[in-house]
C-alpha cells in the first residue's frame, strides 16, 4: 500500500531543528583566525538569503512560492508500507519508506538544490560551482540550473567519474559541465573533500559564480526537512501514531537530517544513521572542529570526521565518501540522541537486492544501507516479538549503479 | 501541479475495447490451416485465463486482489500538469502526462507482467520466456517472475543487447536469465519478430514452461487499460471534462492501446500514435493477416504490418522496431479512428532534451516521440489559437538510455 498526497500538501515552511536540539550547536569557526564566521566572510560563496538560512533561530521558515511550484512536480513523495519485506523477514515490525528517488535527479537532492538555485538568481548569481560524489547531487543541481537558466558546473570525485559515466551524461543532458576531481592530480581517485576544494576554488575566482553544497550545511537540511514533514502526515494517514525507529543512511547527512529532523523534538522516536564501514565517520570519527574539504579552505566545522585529509576507499555507495557529518547530525549523535551503525559493502547489496526481489524498486547503494539496517532491525522485533513502526529513507533509486550490481551478482565486489 | 489519487483508486476492472470497436476485430489465424485458432492451439504459450481474456467479448474484466496488491504499490501513477513545457512553447494547450515510469521495471510494462506471471503461476507453471527489445519488457517480466517465485528467461534483440548491457544487470538483479537474440546467429542485430521465435520455441519444448508476450495480444493491451481509466478519472480531478487528444508512442501498441482504449468510446477525443520513420508501420505498412515472428511460427494476425521478415534500423527506441502492430491499434487507425504519424529519431532526441530541460525527467527514447508529436500539437494548438487538452503516455524513463543522450549531445545519432 501507498500514501500519497495532493500536490497542495507539500509543506509551505522548512523545520529547522536548530532551536531544539539538545545541546546548542557549536559555531562555524573562520578557518584563519579560528573565531566565529561572520555573514561578510560566506559572501563570496552564498547568497545572503541562505546565509540567513543559516544561522537562523527561527523553527519554521517559509518556503517560497516558485520553489513550491518546482518541488510540486514531484512532490509529496509516496510513502510506501513494505509489506512484502515484512512477509519475507516474518517480523512482526511494520515497514515504510519514503520514496525520494521519484524526483527527476532520482534522489533526494533536488529538495535543496531547487531553492539554491532559486536563492542565487534571485541575488543576480549566473552561474553554480558544486561538487559531486555519486553524482547524485551534481544532477540535482544541473537539474535545478536547467530550470533556472543558470550554468552549472561540476567537479565530480574521479573514482566515480569513472565507475559512472551515465552520471555525466544525465548532468549533460539537464546542460550541465563535468569534470573529473581532483583537477591537477589524474591520477587520485579523488574524495568530496578534494571536489568541494576545486568547486571553491573556482567560484571565488569568478564574480558571476557561487558555490552550492549538497549536504552538511545547516540550510541544506533544513531544505530536506520537507521529507520528514509529509513523512509524519502520511504515517498519520496510514494509521500509525508515529513510527518507533527512523532510519537513513549518513554521508554529509542530509537525507538523515531531512527525514529525522522532524522527529527529533518526539523523545519516543528512537533515530539511527547508517554508514559504511570504510568511512565510519560516526562510529569511529573524533568529534572536533575540522575542515569541510581537503585542502583546509573552508570554515572549520563542529562535527565527527576522520580528518580532513581521509580518502576512502572507492565503494560503491560514492555518496557516503565524506570524511565528516553535518554538525546538527553530529550533534545529535554526541548528544545521544542519535545511533549510528556501520556495515561493509557486501552486506549493504544483500539487503539491497532481497529488497529488489521482495519489492521491485533496485535502490542506490547509499539507500541499501538504510534497507540493511531496516532489515536487521526487523529481524530484532521478531526475535524480540516486538511489533515496532520502522520508517525508513529511500533516498535514491541505483539505476545508475548498476555496474555495481553486476559486481556483487558476479561475487566481483570487494567486501570493505 | 500533480494528481495522484490513493491506492484504493487503483481500478478494479480491466476495459475491454473489443465489443467497442468501429468495425469487429478479424480473428487470428492459424498459421498452417489459415482456419480461425481455436483455444486448444494456444494453451501450450498461454494459461486458459489469458486464453479467455484474448478472446472475451465482455466490456469489464475483474482484477484479481492478488494481482491489485501488487500494482498498488506504485498505482495509481501519476497524472501531471506539463506548464513549464506548456511555458517554453507559449502554447494555450493545456498539456498533462500520464507517468509510468514510477513502476519498479521503469515503465508501463509491469501492468501486464503482474497479472500474466500471476495466471500462469495460478495454473502451475513454473517458468516463463520472453523476447525483450529495448529491455523493458523483459524488465518488467524479470520483476514480475522474481515476486512469483518463478524462472524468467529473456531473449533480448542482440542490438539492445549490446547497446544496453545495464538492462541485462536490471533482469539479472531481479533473477532473470538473459541472453541475446538470435541465439543461432551471432552476427545478426535481432528484432522483436526474431526475439519471439526464440523465445516461443524455448516455452514449447518444455513442460514446465509457458510463452509470455508484452504486446500485440488482446490480453495484453486489456491489462494496460489501467492507463487510460485512471487517467481519466484523475484529468477530470485536474477539472478538465475530457482531453481533446491523446498521444502515445506505438511499438507493438500496449502503451497506446493502454492510454487511449478507454477513450475510444468518446468520438470528441481524438486518437494519435507515433512511430519511428525507420519502423513506420501504421504509415506505411499495409493491412493483412501477417505472422508474428520472424520465422512464421505464431498464429497470423490482422494488423498493418512491413512483413515479418523487415529487420529495422538499430534505433535507440528499441521498443518500437516491431514489424506490426497489435490487431487491435491496427483496426482502429484502419477505421479512421485513430491517426498515425512518424519521426527520424533527431527530432525524437530534441524533443527528450527540451522536455528534460524544461520539465526535468528524462524520457526513454519510445517515450520521446509521443513528446515530439506533443510539441508539434501544441505549437499548431499555439498557431491555431485553440485551447487544446493533450493528454500523452509517459511511458518510461530513460535512464537506461543514456547512451542515446550521450550519441545525441555529441552530435553522433545516426538521423533515420
Redesign the interface.
Known amino acids: 500500500?501507498?500514501?500519497?498526497?495532493?500536490?497542495d500538501r507539500v509543506p509551505e515552511a522548512w523545520y529547522n531543528v536548530v532551536p531544539h536540539l539538545p545541546e546548542p550547536l557549536q559555531p562555524p569557526l573562520h578557518p584563519g583566525t579560528r573565531e566565529p564566521v561572520t555573514p561578510d566572510l560566506l559572501t563570496p560563496l552564498f547568497p545572503m538569503a541562505l546565509i540567513r538560512q543559516e544561522m537562523s533561530a527561527e523553527t519554521y521558515i517559509d518556503i517560497p512560492g516558485e520553489v513550491l511550484d518546482i518541488l510540486?512536480?514531484?512532490r509529496p513523495t509516496?510513502l510506501?508500507r513494505a509489506r512484502?519485506l515484512e512477509q519475507a523477514l516474518d517480523t512482526p515490525a511494520r515497514i515504510y519508506f519514503k520514496d525520494e528517488s521519484?524526483?527527476?535527479?532520482?534522489s533526494h537532492k533536488p529538495n535543496t538544490a531547487i531553492p539554491q538555485a532559486f536563492y542565487n538568481k534571485a541575488e543576480g548569481v549566473k552561474r553554480l560551482t558544486t561538487e559531486t560524489g555519486a553524482g547524485q547531487w551534481g544532477s540535482a543541481l544541473s537539474?535545478a540550473c536547467?530550470?533556472f537558466d543558470m550554468e552549472c558546473k561540476v567537479y565530480m570525485v574521479r573514482a566515480s567519474y569513472e565507475q559512472k559515466?551515465?552520471r555525466r551524461?544525465?548532468m549533460?543532458?539537464?546542460?550541465g559541465e563535468v569534470v573529473p576531481s581532483p583537477i591537477d592530480q589524474p591520477d587520485h581517485p579523488g574524495s568530496l573533500g578534494t571536489a568541494i576544494t576545486d568547486a571553491v576554488r573556482d567560484a571565488v575566482s569568478r564574480d558571476d559564480s557561487h558555490y552550492s553544497l549538497g549536504s552538511v550545511l545547516n540550510h541544506v537540511l533544513l531544505h530536506q526537512t520537507v521529507i520528514g514533514l509529509e513523512a509524519r502526515e502520511q504515517l498519520q494517514l496510514a494509521g500509525e501514531e508515529k513510527p518507533d525507529l527512523v532510519i537513513g543512511c549518513c554521508g554529509g547527512g542530509s537525507n538523515l537530517g531531512g527525514l529525522a529532523l522532524p522527529f527529533v523534538a518526539d523523545p519516543d522516536v528512537e533515530l539511527l544513521a547508517v554508514e559504511p564501514s570504510s568511512c565510519p565517520t560516526l562510529t569511529e570519527g573524533k568529534f572536533e572542529y575540522d575542515f569541510g574539504d581537503s585542502a583546509g579552505m573552508t570554515p572549520l566545522l563542529a562535527m565527527y570526521t576522520l580528518g580532513h585529509d581521509f580518502i576512502p576507499p572507492s565503494i560503491h555507495a560514492g555518496g557516503l565518501r565524506y570524511h565528516g557529518d553535518a554538525p546538527i547530525i553530529s550533534n545529535l549523535v554526541k548528544a545521544g540522541r542519535m545511533r549510528a551503525t556501520a556495515y561493509p559493502q557486501g552486506k549493504v547489496f544483500e539487503a539491497a537486492?532481497q529488497f529488489?526481489?521482495?519489492?521491485?524498486?533496485?535502490p542506490a547503494p547509499e539507500t541499501a544501507h538504510a534497507i540493511r539496517a531496516t532489515i536487521d532491525e526487523a529481524i530484532r522485533a521478531r526475535e524480540e516479538g516486538q511489533e515496532r513502526v520502522i520508517l525508513f529513507g529511500y533516498s535514491g533509486?541505483g539505476?545508475?549503479d548498476?555496474?555495481a550490481?553486476?559486481d556483487y551478482?558476479a561475487g566481483k565486489l570487494e567486501d570493505v
Chains 1, 2 share one sequence.
Open positions: 500500500m501507498r500514501w500519497t498526497m495532493s500536490s510540486r512536480m514531484w509516496p510506501i512484502r521519484v524526483s527527476p535527479a532520482g537539474y536547467s530550470l559515466p551515465y551524461v544525465m549533460e543532458t539537464w546542460g537486492i529488489a526481489r521482495t519489492q521491485g524498486p533496485i533509486h539505476l545508475l548498476l555496474q550490481y553486476d551478482l
